[in-house]
């Protein structure tokens, strides 16, 4: 098939524009892991580079800032969450599908409507670039209200929603001509996954689309004076869950439709790759209550209903467990392993010509754990000795943080380097990177979850808290929690030292001189055992059955927030404590008469 | 499908299936729940402490930006105490260390928790969402002397 220069440029667009804002969010990533352990109280290179850019331009407003400040750790990681866990994966999921489907389905993309779609996304990361970096947006990735944002904000958040959709509608006409024109035959599982990934995101997202256009975009821009803030929460995490679906299933496509070809095996099961993506598609929403274990306002039996539709989403993650490790023994025989685990050192771990395997199988690994300690946090009442700890992050740092991220890096790379005709440089780091990175976020993550069962909470800048040495003596000071915030922040220094690798091999790629045709060309696993499935050939019904059990699990949870919900909230900002609107009267009042 | 694909699968469905179960002992056998749906009372406007019988207190908590106001909690060991929690402002948490209590302040409902303390010592209260500039500070503390 023929590229495009159009088509080309698209995708190269979509994954370099969010790896160079993933230097700000990783970057952002090692400053927080040394603020909570108390090494630093504010960032010296940030200060230095800001002061010298206010003072060649002469903008006092960049000289004045208070650096010291507290709002500084939290405005961090504001850009450290919306940057790595929203830009990024969504820009991702958008362009690996533009690159995905037209490859498996041999169809040119309209990329009108792609450069539309990528548009519409870039506007809507200026916007809330712009809301973040000023620091007016200053309420971390899951804004809860009545926490208040600039609106472009929140209109930066929508469009880049929109964005996304009009990318994935984009496919619906190459998947129907490709039907058409082979009656009968079993679409691609690549992209029959990147289907469910993006019909788990239109769903999902239609309940965020609810909460930003209709609560807080009026709300911030003043038309509206309150805000229901449990409904609004408990829209934010309909679509909350199913986001980490939406993270994981492109990094799911690749486990089994490239991983087993690269490791010099088959992709073990076709019927099992199916039968987890329509599982994906038929439960990852009707869950979203198990991150509301903690919240009022939502009645104990609906919080069970939703822990036993989460146990049921854990179950396509554990098929896929085996399948994976199943294609992998697969591989590891066919390259002369003997014995019952031979397999396992046969693979090719450190091949630089198979680099992209260690993006995977490190992403792999680290999954074990961020899988099992999943189901801790799903699990009801044991929720109770980790929710909003750092347990949390360091638990989701071995899921999206890890294989997630991984697999994104890796597919970049990947894909930059065939788009642009230029072959990977530095393959020796490319290759050390994610082992390096698997070391880092284990020490990383220990610290934060033991940390957590000892009660130390996340999103909390404890140098200046806890772990403040101006509290020693004081009951607040937590000499328990300062080994795992130092455990933590070591293992934060080699995560970012493992991405500085892969960022110094990225762009050396991209600025190379183009040695090779551009192209895109997938490793195409075959497969081992293919069976029809008919029951897994047509996505519609599924997806009818999962908007019942949408309706079934959610309708009770959403009556209940709103009848024990007596009073909206006014708007706040997170640096005074009285509502921003009593804010504006008494400014007024100070100021003089007349001027 | 493949025997060996369907024993695994099968094998994942206890295993999700017994985990339930010893969930469900733990929340009806043992009583440690998570917090359900109050209605029965509105949010309320001053943070209060009663003793509502021998070692049994009800304590009225309003997270505020960015500090815990009620009155000092120093109670007995073996102490049960109800608490009814609201936010004066923004969404708060709020943790008692050593305990099963992890509750989320959200302005406009109120939540419940039992808590209890058979041991003399101090308790930490963490609040652990993050609720503007002076989030790390809050905190307070739930003082159990020997009776």
Redesign the interface.
Same mark, same amino acid.
């Given at each position: 098939m023929e590229l495009t220069r159009s088509y080309r440029h698209l995708i190269l667009t979509e994954l370099i524009v969010p790896i160079v804002l993933l230097t700000i969010g990783i970057y952002g990533g090692l400053m927080q892991v040394l603020f909570r352990a108390g090494v630093l109280h504010y960032d010296p290179l940030l200060r230095l580079l800001i002061s010298t850019l206010g003072n060649l331009f002469g903008v006092e407003a960049l000289k004045n800032i208070d650096w010291q /400040?507290? @709002?500084m #750790? #939290?405005w961090g990681l504001t850009l450290h969450g919306v940057i790595n866990a929203i830009v990024l994966t969504t820009f991702f999921a958008v362009a690996f599908g533009n690159a995905v489907v037209p490859y498996f389905l041999r169809l040119p993309l309209n990329t009108r409507i792609g450069w539309l779609s990528a548009i519409l996304m870039l506007i809507g990361v200026l916007l809330a670039a712009f809301a973040m970096f000023t620091g007016q947006a200053s309420v971390?990735y899951t804004f809860?209200p009545?926490?208040k944002a600039h609106p472009t904000f929140y209109l930066g958040a929508a469009l880049l929603i929109i964005g996304s959709w009009v990318g994935a509608a984009n496919w619906i006409p190459l998947y129907r001509r490709w039907r058409r024109e082979h009656p009968g035959e079993k679409i691609p599982l690549a992209v029959m996954g990147m289907f469910a990934t993006f019909i788990i995101w239109f769903i999902a997202t239609l309940s965020v689309a609810v909460e930003v256009l209709f609560l807080l975009l009026p709300w911030s821009l003043g038309w509206t004076e309150t805000v229901?803030?449990?409904l609004a929460?408990a829209l934010f995490w309909f679509f909350g869950h199913p986001l980490v679906y939406f993270w994981l299933l492109p990094a799911y496509v690749m486990y089994y439709t490239m991983l087993p070809k690269v490791a010099g095996g088959k992709l073990?099961?076709d019927?099992?790759g199916r039968l987890v993506f329509v599982m994906f598609i038929l439960f990852s929403i009707p869950v979203g209550a198990h991150h509301q274990?903690?919240? !009022? %306002? @939502? %009645?104990?039996q609906w $919080?069970w209903v939703h822990?036993?539709l989460t146990?049921?989403v854990?179950?396509p993650s554990?098929?896929t467990a085996?399948?994976v490790a199943?294609s992998l023994e697969y591989a590891g025989r066919q390259r002369g392993a003997r014995g019952l685990f031979g397999w396992m050192v046969r693979l090719p771990y450190f091949d630089r010509e198979r680099w992209l395997f260690s993006y995977w199988i490190a992403g792999l690994i680290i999954f074990i754990f961020g899988g099992i300690s999943g189901?801790v946090n799903a /699990?009801? *009442?044991? *929720?109770?000795?980790v =929710?909003?700890?750092s347990w949390i992050p360091g638990h989701f740092h071995l899921t999206v943080g890890s294989p997630v991220l991984l697999a994104v890096l890796g597919m970049s790379l990947f894909l930059v380097s065939q788009l642009s005709g230029k072959g990977v440089r530095l393959k020796s780091l490319v290759v050390a990177m994610p082992y390096l990175w698997l070391v880092g976020v284990l020490i990383f993550s220990f610290g934060m979850m033991r940390g957590g069962l000892? %009660?130390m909470?996340?999103?909390? #800048?404890?140098g200046? %808290?806890?772990l403040n040495p101006d509290m020693q003596g004081t009951?607040?000071f937590?000499a328990d929690w300062a080994p795992y915030a130092e455990i933590a922040m070591v293992g934060g220094i080699i995560m970012f030292i493992a991405a500085l690798l892969y960022f110094v091999a990225f762009f050396s790629t991209l600025f190379a001189r183009r040695t090779q045709e551009a192209t895109v060309e997938f490793p195409v696993a075959e497969v081992y =055992?293919d069976?029809p499935v008919r029951a897994l050939n047509r996505l519609a019904p599924w997806v009818v059955a999962a908007v019942v059990l949408i309706i079934v699990s959610y309708t009770p949870v959403l009556y209940?927030v709103v009848?024990?919900?007596? $009073? !909206?909230?006014p708007a #706040?900002?997170?640096?005074? *404590?009285v509502?921003e609107k009593q804010l504006q009267e008494t400014s007024r009042q100070e100021q003089p008469l007349g001027q | 499908m493949e025997r060996t694909e369907r024993v695994v699968i099968g094998l994942g469905t206890v295993v999700m299936v017994l985990f339930f179960i010893a969930i469900f002992v733990l929340a009806t056998g043992f009583g440690i729940d998570v917090p359900g749906c109050v209605t029965e009372m509105k949010p309320f406007e001053r943070d209060t402490l009663f003793q509502t019988g021998d070692k049994r207190y009800e304590l009225h908590v309003i997270a505020r930006m960015w500090a815990y106001q009620m009155p000092p909690v120093e109670i007995p060991a073996g102490s049960v105490v109800d608490i009814y929690l609201t936010s004066g402002d923004v969404v708060h948490g709020f943790h008692i260390d050593y305990t099963n209590v992890n509750l989320m302040a959200v302005p406009g409902t109120v939540t419940y928790a039992r808590a209890r303390f058979p041991q003399p010592g101090e308790y930490p209260i963490i609040c652990h969402e993050y609720c503007g500039i002076g989030h790390q500070q809050m905190m307070g503390v739930v003082r159990v002397v020997q009776p």
């Amino acid at each position: 098939m023929e590229l495009t220069r159009s088509y080309r440029h698209l995708i190269l667009t979509e994954l370099i524009v969010p790896i160079v804002l993933l230097t700000i969010g990783i970057y952002g990533g090692l400053m927080q892991v040394l603020f909570r352990a108390g090494v630093l109280h504010y960032d010296p290179l940030l200060r230095l580079l800001i002061s010298t850019l206010g003072n060649l331009f002469g903008v006092e407003a960049l000289k004045n800032i208070d650096w010291q /400040s507290s @709002i500084m #750790y #939290y405005w961090g990681l504001t850009l450290h969450g919306v940057i790595n866990a929203i830009v990024l994966t969504t820009f991702f999921a958008v362009a690996f599908g533009n690159a995905v489907v037209p490859y498996f389905l041999r169809l040119p993309l309209n990329t009108r409507i792609g450069w539309l779609s990528a548009i519409l996304m870039l506007i809507g990361v200026l916007l809330a670039a712009f809301a973040m970096f000023t620091g007016q947006a200053s309420v971390l990735y899951t804004f809860y209200p009545p926490l208040k944002a600039h609106p472009t904000f929140y209109l930066g958040a929508a469009l880049l929603i929109i964005g996304s959709w009009v990318g994935a509608a984009n496919w619906i006409p190459l998947y129907r001509r490709w039907r058409r024109e082979h009656p009968g035959e079993k679409i691609p599982l690549a992209v029959m996954g990147m289907f469910a990934t993006f019909i788990i995101w239109f769903i999902a997202t239609l309940s965020v689309a609810v909460e930003v256009l209709f609560l807080l975009l009026p709300w911030s821009l003043g038309w509206t004076e309150t805000v229901d803030v449990p409904l609004a929460r408990a829209l934010f995490w309909f679509f909350g869950h199913p986001l980490v679906y939406f993270w994981l299933l492109p990094a799911y496509v690749m486990y089994y439709t490239m991983l087993p070809k690269v490791a010099g095996g088959k992709l073990f099961s076709d019927a099992a790759g199916r039968l987890v993506f329509v599982m994906f598609i038929l439960f990852s929403i009707p869950v979203g209550a198990h991150h509301q274990f903690a919240d !009022p %306002g @939502i %009645g104990t039996q609906w $919080k069970w209903v939703h822990t036993f539709l989460t146990y049921a989403v854990a179950l396509p993650s554990l098929i896929t467990a085996f399948t994976v490790a199943a294609s992998l023994e697969y591989a590891g025989r066919q390259r002369g392993a003997r014995g019952l685990f031979g397999w396992m050192v046969r693979l090719p771990y450190f091949d630089r010509e198979r680099w992209l395997f260690s993006y995977w199988i490190a992403g792999l690994i680290i999954f074990i754990f961020g899988g099992i300690s999943g189901i801790v946090n799903a /699990s009801y *009442n044991l *929720n109770l000795a980790v =929710h909003n700890t750092s347990w949390i992050p360091g638990h989701f740092h071995l899921t999206v943080g890890s294989p997630v991220l991984l697999a994104v890096l890796g597919m970049s790379l990947f894909l930059v380097s065939q788009l642009s005709g230029k072959g990977v440089r530095l393959k020796s780091l490319v290759v050390a990177m994610p082992y390096l990175w698997l070391v880092g976020v284990l020490i990383f993550s220990f610290g934060m979850m033991r940390g957590g069962l000892q %009660g130390m909470p996340r999103r909390t #800048y404890l140098g200046a %808290g806890a772990l403040n040495p101006d509290m020693q003596g004081t009951v607040f000071f937590r000499a328990d929690w300062a080994p795992y915030a130092e455990i933590a922040m070591v293992g934060g220094i080699i995560m970012f030292i493992a991405a500085l690798l892969y960022f110094v091999a990225f762009f050396s790629t991209l600025f190379a001189r183009r040695t090779q045709e551009a192209t895109v060309e997938f490793p195409v696993a075959e497969v081992y =055992h293919d069976e029809p499935v008919r029951a897994l050939n047509r996505l519609a019904p599924w997806v009818v059955a999962a908007v019942v059990l949408i309706i079934v699990s959610y309708t009770p949870v959403l009556y209940d927030v709103v009848r024990s919900s007596f $009073k !909206p909230a006014p708007a #706040y900002v997170p640096e005074y *404590n009285v509502p921003e609107k009593q804010l504006q009267e008494t400014s007024r009042q100070e100021q003089p008469l007349g001027q | 499908m493949e025997r060996t694909e369907r024993v695994v699968i099968g094998l994942g469905t206890v295993v999700m299936v017994l985990f339930f179960i010893a969930i469900f002992v733990l929340a009806t056998g043992f009583g440690i729940d998570v917090p359900g749906c109050v209605t029965e009372m509105k949010p309320f406007e001053r943070d209060t402490l009663f003793q509502t019988g021998d070692k049994r207190y009800e304590l009225h908590v309003i997270a505020r930006m960015w500090a815990y106001q009620m009155p000092p909690v120093e109670i007995p060991a073996g102490s049960v105490v109800d608490i009814y929690l609201t936010s004066g402002d923004v969404v708060h948490g709020f943790h008692i260390d050593y305990t099963n209590v992890n509750l989320m302040a959200v302005p406009g409902t109120v939540t419940y928790a039992r808590a209890r303390f058979p041991q003399p010592g101090e308790y930490p209260i963490i609040c652990h969402e993050y609720c503007g500039i002076g989030h790390q500070q809050m905190m307070g503390v739930v003082r159990v002397v020997q009776p």
